[in-house]
């Protein structure tokens, strides 16, 4: 597994930890860290939706 992969696997699992927090306890924690739509915010959120669709090429990699 390549360096990038990893760093997006890191990502996919950040973001799915979020979306999980934010289902059971209405928590937020990247705008609780980062501030709600901030400039930092929405730079996680990028680099977590560019890592799910990487994501979608490491279903293929042999």
Known sequence: MKVID???LVLI???A????LI???ELDLVALIFGNMT???RIV???VGLSGL??????FDD
């Open 6 to 8: 990893k760093i997006a």
């Open 13 to 15: 699992i950040i973001g």
């Open 17 to 20: 930890i979020n979306w999980g």
């Open 23 to 25: 289902a059971l306890f």
């Open 39 to 41: 400039i930092w915010s």
């Open 45 to 47: 959120y990028g680099l």
């Open 54 to 59: 990487w994501g979608i090429k490491l279903l």
